[in-house]
């Protein structure tokens, strides 16, 4: 086995392109997109892994839900789609679920502890 290589079932995530110019404005897109059932945006609730941006504009996104059962499962990436499609140099954007890591209430920024009173 390769030592580079992920273990098999470990998902290849890579790190966010947060020195790109348009990652805040992304990051900021995505904070419009609400789990139905949360009053949390996703990005605060830890939702999204990784948000990589390449030269030319493409926008990748790896993301996950709060429960593999979630009743927006197959709606959820194309909101986050039509969020970040239209900012200005985004020329295509990827959302893709992941399932691992698995999600849990140690994702959620200060600001998402604060909104669901758990701070």
């Known amino acids: 086995m390769n030592a580079e290589a992920p273990m098999e079932g470990t998902p290849l995530i890579k790190p966010s392109s947060t020195d790109h110019p348009l ?5 900021e897109a995505c904070r419009t997109v609400h789990d139905p059932e949360i009053p949390v945006n996703i990005y605060d609730l830890g939702l999204v892994y990784t948000i990589e941006i390449a030269e030319d504009g493409a926008v990748d996104i790896l993301m996950t839900l709060t429960a593999p059962g979630c009743p927006v ?25 992941i399932w691992e890591p698995p999600w849990g209430m140690e994702m959620l920024s ?5 909104e669901l009173g758990f701070m």
Not at 23 to 27: F, G, L, Q
Not at 73 to 97: R, S
């Open 23 to 27: 990652y805040e404005s992304i990051v």
């Open 73 to 97: 499962a197959g709606e959820m990436p194309g909101w986050v789609a039509d969020a970040v499609a239209p900012l200005p140099g985004v020329k295509t954007v990827d959302v893709q679920l």
């Open 110 to 114: 200060d600001e998402a502890r604060l």
